[in-house]
């Protein structure tokens, strides 16, 4: 009996010690497990786009930039033109009738002024006939316009002397601001000739901010002609009875601007027209003669007062003897849209 005893209380022992044994490795792992970080997998590493926001930032900056110059571009020149002398006012009674009243041996000593024929000559049309049945002087131009403010004093010129202007205004051309006159609310009276002048573009920009604003506006016959005639759109355009074509300005207009640039004054162009000698006076009294002689041509050579005056015969027939291309000299080209939005394609 002791023995068997003994045996199991040895047996006991072992298995309480294995027990103890377990528990231990149990605590000894719980502790473990408590100090120990969880495990987070993988590290990923960010990317960084720092570089690549900075490119799209600068190539958005360039795209605005070139489209505001795009924009910018488009509007006519010296859209910031606040010159008082943009809007009519009545032309001076002096300046007027210094202009028109040009002495005849004044402007016979001039001649041509050195210019070069400003027409070209057409033949085999159909005479180009005016509201009261005389030949007819058509005129298409736009105020805005520096050449079309040059070729408007040998106009006035030239035309008074067969017949009347009333209702002229004075005005400064919108481009380099050149001293001119405008035909828009005039008339003329003539029993030789037949004035027919179209301002189609005014002097000033519209709301759009790229275009000039509408004046006149030409009829179905005038679009034709003036696309016929003028297939580059130039300004100022001049025909005299369909048969002498002018698509450019006669003279340059920088004569009638100062050393500086700046617009010289309608009194000191008007006074300067007694000087025989003045590039002014070449450049108004010649294109003024030349128009003269094609006018004469066309009414049959009156008046005779003006139109028997041998520098007139002469330069007639220097317009008569070759055809001249009209364009060589300096000329104004209506802006694209301005084209696109008043002229026939």
């Given at each position: 009996m002791a023995k068997t005893k003994q045996t199991g209380s040895a047996a006991q022992r072992r298995a309480q010690e294995r027990q103890q044994r377990q528990r231990r490795e149990e605590v000894r792992a719980s502790a473990l497990n408590k100090g120990k970080a969880p495990s987070k997998g993988p590290t990923i590493r960010k990317k960084d786009r720092s570089g690549l926001y900075m490119v799209i930032g600068v190539l958005a900056l360039i795209t605005a930039i070139i489209v505001v110059f795009y924009f910018v571009s488009r509007g006519p020149v010296s859209q910031t033109n606040t010159n008082p002398n943009l809007k009519p006012t009545p032309a001076d009674a002096t300046v007027l009738a210094q202009l028109t009243g040009v002495s005849q041996s004044t402007w016979e000593t001039v001649g041509t002024g050195g210019l070069p024929k400003p027409f070209q000559v057409v033949g085999g049309q159909p005479p180009l006939k005016g509201?009261?049945?005389?030949?007819?002087?058509?005129?298409?131009?736009?105020?805005?316009?520096?050449?079309?403010?040059?070729?408007?004093?040998?106009?006035?010129?030239?035309?008074?002397?067969?017949?009347?202007?009333?209702?002229?205004?004075?005005?400064?051309?919108?481009?380099?601001?050149?001293?001119?006159?405008?035909?828009?609310?005039?008339?003329?009276?003539?029993?030789?000739?037949?004035?027919?002048?179209?301002?189609?573009?005014?002097?000033?920009?519209?709301?759009?901010?790229?275009?000039?604003?509408?004046?006149?506006?030409?009829?179905?016959?005038?679009?034709?002609?003036?696309?016929?005639?003028?297939?580059?759109?130039?300004?100022?355009?001049?025909?005299?009875?369909?048969?002498?074509?002018?698509?450019?300005?006669?003279?340059?207009?920088?004569?009638?601007?100062?050393?500086?640039?700046?617009?010289?004054?309608?009194?000191?162009?008007?006074?300067?027209?007694?000087?025989?000698?003045?590039?002014?006076?070449?450049?108004?009294?010649?294109?003024?003669?030349?128009?003269?002689?094609?006018?004469?041509?066309?009414?049959?050579?009156?008046?005779?007062?003006?139109?028997?005056?041998?520098?007139?015969?002469?330069?007639?027939h220097s317009l008569n003897a070759t055809s001249h291309t009209a364009g060589s000299s300096p000329l104004a080209l209506a802006p694209a849209s301005l084209r696109s939005r008043f002229m026939l394609p």
């Open positions: 509201p009261n049945g005389h030949p007819e002087f058509f005129y298409v131009g736009g105020e805005y316009c520096p050449n079309c403010a040059a070729e408007r004093w040998a106009m006035i010129n030239a035309l008074s002397r067969f017949g009347t202007f009333k209702n002229v205004s004075q005005i400064q051309s919108y481009e380099d601001n050149v001293s001119t006159f405008s035909f828009e609310g005039s008339s003329y009276t003539s029993q030789y000739i037949d004035f027919v002048p179209k301002e189609i573009l005014g002097n000033a920009i519209d709301a759009s901010g790229q275009s000039y604003v509408s004046l006149d506006k030409l009829t179905a016959a005038e679009q034709q002609i003036f696309n016929k005639y003028n297939s580059g759109q130039t300004f100022p355009f001049v025909n005299i009875n369909n048969t002498y074509i002018a698509t450019a300005a006669s003279y340059n207009p920088a004569v009638l601007l100062d050393s500086s640039g700046q617009p010289l004054s309608w009194e000191t162009i008007a006074s300067a027209l007694t000087n025989t000698g003045s590039p002014i006076t070449k450049g108004i009294l010649g294109t003024a003669n030349y128009m003269t002689a094609a006018i004469c041509s066309v009414t049959n050579q009156q008046p005779g007062s003006v139109c028997n005056s041998p520098v007139i015969q002469q330069i007639q």
